[in-house]
Protein backbone atom coordinates (compact mmCIF):
# COMPACT_ATOMS: atom_id res chain seq x y z
CA UNK A 1 0.00 0.00 0.00
CA UNK A 2 1.09 3.51 -1.00
CA UNK A 3 2.83 5.42 2.40
CA UNK A 4 3.60 9.12 3.22
CA UNK A 5 7.69 9.31 3.74
CA UNK A 6 9.42 11.40 5.63
CA UNK A 7 13.18 12.52 5.47
CA UNK A 8 14.42 13.27 7.91
CA UNK A 9 13.10 10.54 10.70
CA UNK A 10 15.34 12.96 13.14
CA UNK A 11 16.70 16.45 13.03
CA UNK A 12 18.79 18.00 15.46
CA UNK A 13 19.75 21.69 14.61
CA UNK A 14 21.22 24.85 16.36
CA UNK A 15 18.72 27.87 17.73
CA UNK A 16 18.89 30.08 15.00
CA UNK A 17 19.17 27.91 12.14
CA UNK A 18 17.04 27.19 9.20
CA UNK A 19 15.82 23.40 9.04
CA UNK A 20 13.35 21.89 5.64
CA UNK A 21 11.23 19.17 6.39
CA UNK A 22 11.01 16.83 3.80
CA UNK A 23 7.87 14.73 2.51
CA UNK A 24 6.71 12.55 -0.07
CA UNK A 25 2.64 12.48 -0.26
CA UNK A 26 1.30 9.83 -1.69
CA UNK A 27 1.03 10.22 -5.85
CA UNK A 28 -1.90 10.18 -6.99
CA UNK A 29 -3.28 13.07 -3.50
CA UNK A 30 -3.32 16.68 -4.36
CA UNK A 31 -4.29 17.28 -0.56
CA UNK A 32 -1.48 18.35 2.05
CA UNK A 33 -0.80 18.70 5.13
CA UNK A 34 1.59 19.47 7.66
CA UNK A 35 0.82 18.82 11.85
CA UNK A 36 3.17 18.93 14.99
CA UNK A 37 3.10 17.25 18.40
CA UNK A 38 4.98 18.90 21.15
CA UNK A 39 6.17 16.51 23.40
CA UNK A 40 3.34 15.11 25.87
CA UNK A 41 0.45 17.24 23.61
CA UNK A 42 -1.70 17.32 21.24
CA UNK A 43 -1.31 17.24 17.35
CA UNK A 44 -1.48 20.60 16.16
CA UNK A 45 -2.80 21.47 12.72
CA UNK A 46 -0.44 23.73 11.20
CA UNK A 47 -1.37 24.18 7.59
CA UNK A 48 -2.96 22.70 4.58
CA UNK A 49 -1.74 22.85 0.70
CA UNK A 50 -3.51 22.74 -2.45
CA UNK A 51 -2.80 23.21 -5.83
CA UNK A 52 0.59 25.00 -5.09
CA UNK A 53 -0.75 27.50 -2.77
CA UNK A 54 -1.92 27.56 1.14
CA UNK A 55 -5.67 27.01 1.64
CA UNK A 56 -5.66 27.64 5.81
CA UNK A 57 -3.00 27.95 8.51
CA UNK A 58 -3.30 27.79 11.71
CA UNK A 59 -1.80 30.54 13.99
CA UNK A 60 1.37 28.74 14.65
CA UNK A 61 2.17 29.09 11.44
CA UNK A 62 3.73 32.67 11.13
CA UNK A 63 6.39 34.25 8.84
CA UNK A 64 9.12 31.70 10.30
CA UNK A 65 7.48 29.00 8.38
CA UNK A 66 6.67 28.45 4.83
CA UNK A 67 5.78 25.48 2.74
CA UNK A 68 6.36 24.41 -0.82
CA UNK A 69 5.83 21.59 -3.34
CA UNK A 70 8.97 22.15 -5.56
CA UNK A 71 8.83 19.78 -7.67
CA UNK A 72 5.52 17.98 -8.11
CA UNK A 73 6.72 15.14 -5.88
CA UNK A 74 8.10 16.85 -2.35
CA UNK A 75 6.24 18.38 -0.08
CA UNK A 76 8.50 20.39 2.25
CA UNK A 77 7.77 22.55 5.51
CA UNK A 78 10.56 25.43 6.25
CA UNK A 79 11.51 27.35 9.51
CA UNK A 80 13.57 29.77 9.05
CA UNK A 81 14.90 30.68 12.06
CA UNK A 82 14.46 27.94 14.70
CA UNK A 83 13.43 28.44 18.59
CA UNK A 84 13.42 26.63 21.00
CA UNK A 85 9.87 26.05 21.38
CA UNK A 86 10.19 24.17 17.73
CA UNK A 87 11.25 21.48 19.01
CA UNK A 88 8.43 18.61 18.07
CA UNK A 89 7.43 15.63 15.95
CA UNK A 90 6.49 16.74 12.61
CA UNK A 91 3.83 14.87 10.98
CA UNK A 92 3.11 15.11 6.91
CA UNK A 93 -0.04 13.77 5.83
CA UNK A 94 -1.79 13.77 2.23
CA UNK A 95 -5.57 12.90 0.82
CA UNK A 96 -6.79 12.40 -2.42
CA UNK A 97 -10.04 14.99 -1.55
CA UNK A 98 -10.62 17.35 0.79
CA UNK A 99 -13.68 15.53 1.72
CA UNK A 100 -14.33 14.13 5.34
CA UNK A 101 -14.46 10.41 3.93
CA UNK A 102 -11.18 10.64 2.35
CA UNK A 103 -8.79 9.79 5.02
CA UNK A 104 -5.61 11.60 5.23
CA UNK A 105 -2.73 9.59 5.24
CA UNK A 106 -0.23 10.21 7.74
CA UNK A 107 3.71 9.64 7.21
CA UNK A 108 5.87 8.43 10.73
CA UNK A 109 7.05 12.06 11.08
CA UNK A 110 10.00 13.91 11.86
CA UNK A 111 11.56 14.89 15.25
CA UNK A 112 13.17 17.85 15.25
CA UNK A 113 15.22 19.01 18.14
CA UNK A 114 16.59 22.40 18.60
CA UNK A 115 19.56 23.06 21.04
CA UNK B 1 -13.53 27.32 17.88
CA UNK B 2 -13.87 23.06 17.86
CA UNK B 3 -12.25 21.06 20.53
CA UNK B 4 -11.68 17.68 21.44
CA UNK B 5 -11.26 15.65 24.17
CA UNK B 6 -10.12 12.21 25.18
CA UNK B 7 -9.75 12.24 29.16
CA UNK B 8 -8.23 8.97 29.65
CA UNK B 9 -4.36 9.14 28.93
CA UNK B 10 -4.10 5.70 29.69
CA UNK B 11 -6.20 2.32 29.31
CA UNK B 12 -5.00 -1.37 29.72
CA UNK B 13 -7.01 -4.32 28.83
CA UNK B 14 -6.58 -7.80 28.46
CA UNK B 15 -5.78 -9.48 25.67
CA UNK B 16 -9.73 -11.29 24.07
CA UNK B 17 -11.08 -8.71 26.51
CA UNK B 18 -13.28 -5.69 25.40
CA UNK B 19 -12.15 -1.91 25.69
CA UNK B 20 -13.93 1.77 25.16
CA UNK B 21 -11.89 4.46 24.44
CA UNK B 22 -13.56 7.82 25.44
CA UNK B 23 -14.30 11.20 23.09
CA UNK B 24 -16.13 14.11 23.57
CA UNK B 25 -15.72 16.77 21.65
CA UNK B 26 -17.19 20.74 21.34
CA UNK B 27 -18.76 22.26 18.19
CA UNK B 28 -21.47 24.55 16.88
CA UNK B 29 -21.75 23.13 13.69
CA UNK B 30 -24.65 20.19 12.44
CA UNK B 31 -22.08 18.80 10.19
CA UNK B 32 -19.10 17.06 10.24
CA UNK B 33 -16.98 13.69 10.33
CA UNK B 34 -15.21 11.92 13.51
CA UNK B 35 -12.32 9.85 12.97
CA UNK B 36 -10.24 7.91 15.43
CA UNK B 37 -6.68 7.04 14.23
CA UNK B 38 -4.30 4.81 15.84
CA UNK B 39 -0.45 5.37 16.25
CA UNK B 40 1.56 2.39 17.09
CA UNK B 41 4.82 3.38 18.94
CA UNK B 42 7.12 4.93 16.03
CA UNK B 43 4.97 4.45 13.53
CA UNK B 44 2.25 7.14 11.29
CA UNK B 45 -1.12 7.13 11.91
CA UNK B 46 -3.43 5.03 10.88
CA UNK B 47 -7.07 5.56 10.11
CA UNK B 48 -9.22 3.11 12.07
CA UNK B 49 -12.73 3.98 11.66
CA UNK B 50 -14.70 7.41 10.98
CA UNK B 51 -18.16 8.84 11.59
CA UNK B 52 -20.56 11.17 8.98
CA UNK B 53 -21.98 13.32 11.85
CA UNK B 54 -25.92 13.32 9.42
CA UNK B 55 -25.34 9.23 10.02
CA UNK B 56 -27.42 7.61 12.85
CA UNK B 57 -26.04 4.36 12.44
CA UNK B 58 -22.60 3.88 13.99
CA UNK B 59 -19.42 2.63 12.13
CA UNK B 60 -17.94 -0.34 12.30
CA UNK B 61 -14.96 -2.21 11.30
CA UNK B 62 -14.30 -5.45 12.07
CA UNK B 63 -13.50 -5.15 15.74
CA UNK B 64 -13.70 -1.61 16.03
CA UNK B 65 -17.30 -0.01 16.49
CA UNK B 66 -18.36 3.92 17.75
CA UNK B 67 -21.35 5.27 20.01
CA UNK B 68 -22.16 8.60 18.44
CA UNK B 69 -24.05 10.29 20.27
CA UNK B 70 -24.54 13.33 18.51
CA UNK B 71 -26.32 15.49 21.26
CA UNK B 72 -24.07 14.22 23.73
CA UNK B 73 -21.38 15.20 21.31
CA UNK B 74 -19.41 11.75 22.30
CA UNK B 75 -17.66 10.07 20.01
CA UNK B 76 -16.26 6.16 21.97
CA UNK B 77 -14.48 4.06 20.24
CA UNK B 78 -14.78 0.24 21.44
CA UNK B 79 -12.24 -2.75 20.49
CA UNK B 80 -13.90 -6.05 20.79
CA UNK B 81 -11.65 -8.98 21.70
CA UNK B 82 -8.57 -7.22 21.91
CA UNK B 83 -5.07 -8.55 19.96
CA UNK B 84 -1.48 -7.43 21.19
CA UNK B 85 -1.06 -5.40 17.76
CA UNK B 86 -3.95 -3.01 19.37
CA UNK B 87 -1.74 -1.55 21.48
CA UNK B 88 -0.95 2.34 20.37
CA UNK B 89 -1.62 5.60 21.21
CA UNK B 90 -5.17 6.07 20.06
CA UNK B 91 -5.96 9.66 18.91
CA UNK B 92 -9.90 11.19 18.40
CA UNK B 93 -10.08 13.97 15.59
CA UNK B 94 -13.08 15.68 14.34
CA UNK B 95 -13.25 17.56 10.80
CA UNK B 96 -15.72 20.09 10.08
CA UNK B 97 -17.70 19.63 6.86
CA UNK B 98 -17.70 23.45 6.28
CA UNK B 99 -14.46 25.01 4.62
CA UNK B 100 -11.50 23.76 1.63
CA UNK B 101 -8.80 22.48 3.96
CA UNK B 102 -9.53 19.09 5.02
CA UNK B 103 -8.14 20.23 8.52
CA UNK B 104 -7.92 17.59 11.56
CA UNK B 105 -8.60 19.03 15.14
CA UNK B 106 -7.16 15.89 17.29
CA UNK B 107 -7.44 15.01 20.97
CA UNK B 108 -4.69 14.47 23.32
CA UNK B 109 -4.72 11.05 22.93
CA UNK B 110 -4.88 7.91 24.51
CA UNK B 111 -1.81 4.85 25.36
CA UNK B 112 -3.64 1.50 25.16
CA UNK B 113 -2.15 -1.64 26.60
CA UNK B 114 -2.98 -4.68 26.09
CA UNK B 115 -1.61 -7.18 28.60
CA UNK B 116 -1.21 -11.17 27.55
Known amino acids: EPEVTQTPSHQVTQMGQEVILRCVPISNHLYFYWYRQILGQKVEFLVS????????KSEIFDDQFSVERPDGSNFTLKIRSTKLEDSAMYFC?????????????FGDGTRLSIL | AQTVTQSQPEMSVQEAETVTLSCTYD???????LFWYKQPPSRQMILVIR??????QNATENRFSVNFQKAAKSFSLKISDSQLGDAAMYFCAYRSARGNTGKLIFGQGTTLQVKP
Open chain 1, 93 to 105: ASSQDRAGNQPQH
Open chain 2, 27 to 33: TSESDYY
Open chain 2, 51 to 56: QEAYKQ
Open chain 1, 49 to 56: FYNNEISE
